[in-house]
């Protein structure tokens, strides 16, 4: 066996084992029962240890050290592992395994902190998370900026001073678009109970309009919508509630993204560096496209309407105003829920908190006020209850510091995407209004999702969209729907 072979068969073993972590999350997510969680985190904990050790085995640098890759994909494989490798042998293995356990309490005390509005509940743990994060931060980041190396685990070769420069651009533009919608009048909310069980059939239907495999995947509940898996076996969840069918309908397309993306991945691939997406900001560029560019453009829509009226009857709202209805433009609290304006402000808001965080700048203790008082300055009405602010999102009880800012690289990647695809697909319109995504979603197969982690992250983008990512295409896109909308 090559030495080639050996570190690939060596590497798929690892990611198999990978997997099987991540099914434990998932579970532990939707289906494990409370009393379990003590126990669960000392299954992260195990599977943590053994990951760390093989992802840190001193025959994978001899292996880098005398392979000489002969192919685009080889060469791709060890950028990958090298990378990899050159992280993860910084971080010691107590740490590891520390994270593991820690944020596995931590989500469950979150959960029952958001339900109960106690943040006092889940600081003490938060502040762990956080002190853990700070630790590999600063072990992986040596002389350079730690909150940087923390987002490079999530879009590689991404800064904290330039996601910062790209969110300068981005806020003078989202802010005075904003204020200019806001100053006119809304379309109404709307107003009534729709059906579980409706919702979550209409989940269902929306999951494989848009090309959901559910031969390799399922669809579950969870407080927090997520994607989960790669290959062969790819989960999503959603979420219904009674007064909101635009909350299940729109997690569900949003998830759905992700999920396409692992699933449309080369199976050539499969349990290999290559066979998951490339970045999280090249992630949330496919579930974005497809939740708004798709699913809430006009056409879209309009097929949409006609699969709400079938499930829920007359819900006081004609096909004319529903298109306005689903892109309505208001005040809220949570980020999940935002209109596409004022999403990237939600986003801008959590960088900055986490960034200080992690900086050292703000304590652990602090951090409902600055939330609070930040959110006051930058959207102008006070948050009213935890769950509407510090405690809505799942992610800083699960650790991942440097994850927020890729929802927004992903509107911007999105943006280039759908000028490109709007360019090479023409009719693409004509085909949504029938409900058939699939000219949208087998050009994005084809152009971003095959390809897996082959390039890197901006590179995909750029061969797709062909031009290199830059925010002016979503920033277009935005203030021509929404002067359409608004008369603006």
């Not at 073993?13 to 972590?21: D, F, G, M, N, Y």
Request: contains cysteine; glycine residues 8%.
């Amino acid at each position: 066996m090559s030495d080639y072979n050996a570190l690939m068969a060596f590497v798929r073993e690892t990611e198999a084992l990978s997997q099987v972590a991540g099914r434990l999350g998932w579970d532990q997510e939707t289906m494990m029962p409370d009393g379990a969680t003590p126990q669960r985190a000392e299954e992260h904990a195990a599977m943590a240890s053994v990951l760390h050790a093989r992802h840190t085995d001193p025959r994978i640098g001899d292996w880098l050290a005398r392979i000489t890759p002969e192919t685009d994909v080889e060469r791709a494989n060890l950028r990958h592992l090298r990378r990899s490798y050159a992280r993860t042998v910084k971080v010691p293995a107590r740490l590891a395994t520390e994270l593991a356990r820690t944020t596995s309490l931590a989500h469950r005390v979150w959960a029952k902190a958001r339900a109960e509005e106690d943040v006092q509940s889940f600081l003490p743990l938060l502040e762990q998370v956080v002190a853990l994060r700070r630790e590999e931060a600063a072990a992986v980041a040596g002389d350079t900026d730690p909150y940087s190396a923390l987002l490079d685990d999530y879009e590689p070769e991404a800064t904290g001073d330039g996601i910062a420069t790209l969110f300068d651009t981005m806020r003078p533009r989202l802010v005075a678009l904003r204020a200019a919608i806001l100053d006119r009048p809304a379309p109404p909310a709307l107003d009534g109970n729709f059906d579980h069980a409706g919702q979550l059939d209409l989940a269902r239907t929306l999951a494989l309009t848009f090309g959901y495999d559910l031969g390799h995947g399922r669809i579950d509940t969870a407080v927090h919508p997520f994607s989960s898996g790669s290959g062969l076996d790819v989960r999503i969840t959603t979420r219904a509630e009674a007064t909101d069918p635009f909350n299940c309908i729109y997690s569900t397309i949003h998830e759905v993204g992700h999920a396409a993306y692992e699933q449309n991945i080369d199976r050539a691939y499969l349990l290999t560096p290559l066979g998951a997406g490339v970045s999280m900001g090249v992630h949330e560029s496919q579930s974005r496209i497809y939740e708004n560019q798709l699913g809430r453009s006009r056409a879209f829509c309009g097929w949409l309407y006609g699969q709400m009226r079938d499930r829920f009857g007359d819900f006081g709202v004609g096909e004319e105003g529903f298109w306005a209805l689903v892109n309505r433009v208001s005040d809220g609290f949570i980020r999940t829920e935002a209109d596409e304006v004022q999403y990237n402000l939600h986003v801008m808001l959590r960088f900055d908190l986490e960034r200080a965080l992690i900086a050292g700048d703000l304590a652990v203790g602090d951090l409902e006020a600055a939330w609070n008082d930040r959110f006051a300055a930058d959207f102008g009405f006070a948050v009213d209850k935890p769950s509407n602010g510090v405690l809505q999102d799942v992610h800083w009880s699960e650790g991942l510091f440097g994850y927020f800012p890729t929802y927004s690289l992903g509107n911007v990647y999105a943006g280039c995407l759908h000028q490109a695809l709007r360019r090479d697909v023409p009719q693409l319109d004509a085909a949504l209004a029938q409900g058939r995504t699939a000219p949208a979603t087998d050009w994005l197969r084809e152009n971003v999702q095959r390809h897996g982690g082959l390039y890197r992250p901006a590179e995909v983008i750029t061969q797709a969209a062909g031009m290199a990512p830059t925010a002016e295409p979503l920033l277009d896109y935005l203030e021509a729907k929404f002067g359409a909308i608004y008369g603006l």
